[in-house]
């Protein structure tokens, strides 16, 4: 009888989900959302079992990769990539992508295929969401400490020479905080910072504002979105005093790419 009773509770609950899910806009947003990073932390954990046999190695990414792109099709989105061909191949690379929201880790799952040696860079806090950031170090994801600006600069020097022995992919956000408008904000220097230490080049990457989401509204739909990568921008050569020029080329190049992708996806 108990048996039955949980099961008829457990339909009802099903039901009930379901129903709020398709007549409030606000509940599937928060339903989704909810749904998408227990998923993540859900994946994380079941494969640090595996990952910690290589412990602080990109290749763990595929790993995890590969369940979050999953994950984007269980949510109801998907991603168009073009520009495979700019791909910077055999050597590093600091990988700058504009921020839109906490989906942008569906983005980079997709991405990893292309890319060889394909890493992040993360705030410290990330290290202690507990076995999430144990599977984020495993993949080997180097953390910031941003409130110490003397640390962070250490930080990324070290890590500029480290990309540069390994011919690590090093995604980072310039915008440094999250961004869905008309078009990108200004970009921070930590990124340039990385390029121009370790001489490697910029690629850069836009994804095309998400169609099918809307925090202002609560809408969090079904569709697609684009994402274009871009040819990489060399900085052989350039010095300190070079940073800002550098900057902006990158910047105006990738906004160009932000608007013209974002009309063809809404």
């Known amino acids: 009888m108990a ?10 609950l099903v039901v009930s989900v379901y129903a709020l899910i398709s007549i409030s806009k606000v509940f599937r947003y928060y339903f989704k959302f909810v749904f998408f990073m227990a998923a993540v932390v859900f994946f994380s954990t079941i494969l640090i079992p595996v990952m910690i046999w290589q412990p602080r ?13 999953l994950i984007s099709k269980m949510v109801g989105v998907n991603w168009q990539i073009r520009g495979q061909e700019n791909v910077v191949k055999n050597n590093g690379a600091v990988v700058v992508i504009n921020h839109q929201s906490a989906l942008d880790m569906l983005v980079l799952a997709d991405l990893f295929p292309f890319f060889d040696g394909l890493t992040n860079i993360a705030k410290k806090e990330i290290l202690y969401y507990g076995t999430y950031g144990f599977a984020s170090w495993l993949q080997g994801t180097i953390f910031i400490d941003r409130a110490n600006s003397g640390k962070a600069v250490e930080t990324l020097n070290k890590t500029a020479e480290h990309i540069r022995k390994n011919k690590l992919k090093l995604t980072m956000f310039p915008e440094g905080t999250r961004n869905g408008g008309k078009e990108l904000l200004p970009f921070k220097k930590g990124a340039f910072h990385v390029a121009i230490a370790s001489q490697l080049p910029i690629q ?8 099918f989401l809307d925090a202002k509204t609560h809408t969090f739909g079904s569709g ?6 871009l040819p990489p921008i060399s ?10 020029q550098l ?6 190049t990738m906004n160009d790419a932000y608007q013209s992708l974002s009309n063809e996806a809404l």
């Open 235 to 244: 900085t052989v050569g350039l010095t300190k005093a070079d940073m800002d």
């Open 3 to 12: 048996v039955s009773n949980g099961l008829i509770w457990s339909a009802s």
């Open 247 to 252: 900057i902006e080329r990158t910047r105006s």
């Open 204 to 211: 850069p990457i836009v994804i095309a504002k998400y169609p």
């Open 224 to 229: 697609t979105s684009h994402v274009k990568i």
């Open 57 to 69: 190695s990109w290749k763990n990414g595929y790993r995890t990769s590969w369940s979050i792109r």
